[in-house]
């Protein structure tokens, strides 16, 4: 009975998210302020989700920002250099990635550990809600490069993993 509870309200708050959720970073005309023309290396968080969302089979998903951003994974956006952390917007399927550069590179393991603690939730959630998805979360991962966390919740994570670098 809990477990359907908890499902039942963490589909309520994906679908709350898909609401107030910011979603105009998925549009391919969308450029990013800090985007580099010359550099094929140094990709933008908003680039790397592009070429994630091009790439891999996702469901309907939704870009989370602001309050959405800090209510599931304890990130502040003032915190950040730049972020795009996209999820399936209905809350029926775990999939999800994010690309975030924090300004202190002191906070990398504490956005890391967040986004560990967050796929730990998800587990917990959709093991009785949707076990046919579990695969996507038991081959997840959470990475750091300098300032700079990814990971991903998906059907071909591997390929996620080759994407974000």
């Known amino acids: ?35 580099t023309e010359n550099s094929t290396t140094a990709e933008t968080p908003a680039e790397k989700a ?9 469901p309907e998903m939704v870009q989370v920002r602001g309050t959405n951003l800090e209510a599931s ?3 502040k956006e003032e915190e950040l250099e730049d972020h795009a952390v996209y ?8 999939d999800e990635f994010g690309i975030i550069v924090v300004k202190d ?16 939730f998800q587990s917990d959630s959709y093991r009785d809600y949707k ?4 695969y996507k979360l038991e081959d997840s991962f959470v990475s ?9 919740i ?7 993993r080759e994407i974000l670098g």
């Open 50 to 58: 592009e070429e994630l969302l091009n790439t891999i089979n996702f």
């Open 105 to 120: 590179s002191g906070n990398v393991m504490k956005v890391k550990s967040a986004v560990k603690d967050w796929i730990d």
């Open 1 to 35: 009975m809990k477990k359907t509870l908890l499902a039942l309200s963490l589909a309520g708050i994906c679908l709350l998210l898909a609401g107030c959720s910011d979603n105009s970073g998925k549009s391919s005309g969308d450029s990013s302020n800090n985007s």
């Open 154 to 160: 998906c059907e071909d994570n591997s390929k996620a």
């Open 87 to 94: 999820r399936c917007g209905s809350g029926a399927y775990p």
């Open 144 to 152: 750091v490069n300098g300032k700079t966390v990814t990971y991903a």
């Open 73 to 75: 994974l304890g990130i």
């Open 131 to 134: 076990p046919e998805h579990m």
